[in-house]
């Protein structure tokens, strides 16, 4: 097997294991949504992330464990329909060990830069519909599911 058929079937499996998981944490949300992801009003290619605490109490969490601070704190897979995925930059910031303090029900947002993420997206989109994967997993006492994932599709832009 060519290391290319190794990445596609390995794309397909992880695409197959965050729909997975999506799966299982969207049915086991009973209670308002603590994650919210989805594409930008303003611009096609960032996603508008919302995190909200659903702890009964005051939570201190680190700025650096929040979904759009750091390279490896939310997951992210892009694949076009035909199995191939794009590749992920490698480098995104770290923030210091800074704290915030969240309230019950209390929400912040950022917006993740799909393009920094996948240099190669705009190339992608260009040919066909992009199915973009994600999956986070929150920092503890946030009251949130273990895991949350979904699925965007970014759909093919014609020129």
Not at 121 to 148: C, M, N, Q
Request: hydrophobic share 40%; aromatic share 8%.
């Amino acid at each position: 097997m060519t290391a290319s058929n190794r990445r596609r079937w390995l794309a397909k499996g992880l695409c197959l294991f965050l729909t997975f998981l999506t799966t299982i944490c969207v049915r086991s949300q009973e209670k308002p949504a603590g994650i919210q992801v989805r594409l930008s009003a303003s611009k096609s290619l960032e996603l508008r992330v919302t995190l909200r605490s659903l702890a009964s109490t005051r939570v201190t969490v680190y700025k650096s464990d929040l979904p759009w601070s750091g390279m490896h704190n939310m997951l992210f897979i892009a694949v076009r329909p035909n199995g191939e995925y794009l590749n992920r930059n490698p480098v995104r910031g770290d923030p210091s060990g800074v704290e915030i303090v969240l309230h019950p029900g209390e929400a912040v947002s950022s917006d993740i830069d799909l393009a920094q993420v996948f240099p190669e997206l705009d190339s992608g989109i260009s040919k066909s519909d992009v199915h973009l994967f994600w999956a986070y997993r929150p920092p503890e006492g946030l009251g949130l599911p273990k895991w949350t994932g979904g699925w965007i599709l970014l759909p093919q832009r014609k020129h």
